[in-house]
């Protein structure tokens, strides 16, 4: 088992930055590949970013890409989700997420993660 604790939530004016971090309890957090989602209020959990195990591969969704970095210290057990140029539609629960099987690849599709954090608010106002 794998315990997910995401820290860096909060609340931002239109424009600003935060910086999310999501701690695994495992050192073998360096095998899995791991992704960040967010869930707005009544609207579907939806994917925001995601990394391979290595750091070495990265994806994002079209509406936070070239705005959003995601990042991994594997020393660390830590990623990292930088948000710059936040908008009211940023606003959102966001949730990190493990991979435990042993791959290479970026996970995009929430179903193929088996750990969830409890989840951090990000607040936007305009």
């Known amino acids: 088992q794998v315990q997910l604790v995401e820290s860096g939530g909060g609340l931002v004016q239109a424009g600003g930055s935060l910086r999310l971090s999501c701690a695994a309890s495992?050192?073998?957090?360096?095998?899995?590949?791991m992704g960040w989602f967010r869930q707005a209020p009544g609207k579907e959990r939806e994917f925001v970013a995601a990394?391979?195990?290595?750091?070495?591969?990265?994806d994002y969704a079209d509406y936070v890409k070239s705005r959003f970095t995601i990042s991994r210290d594997n020393a660390k057990n830590t990623v990292y989700l930088q948000m710059n140029s936040l908008e009211p539609e940023d606003t959102a629960v966001y949730y990190c997420?493990?991979?435990?099987?042993?791959?290479?690849?970026?996970?995009?599709?929430?179903?193929?993660?088996?750990?969830w954090g409890q989840g951090t608010q990000v607040t936007v106002s305009s």
């Open positions: 990394i391979s195990s290595s750091g070495r591969s990265t």
């Open positions: 495992r050192r073998t957090f360096s095998a899995y590949a």
């Open positions: 997420a493990a991979d435990r099987r042993i791959h290479t690849a970026v996970v995009v599709t929430s179903n193929d993660y088996d750990y």
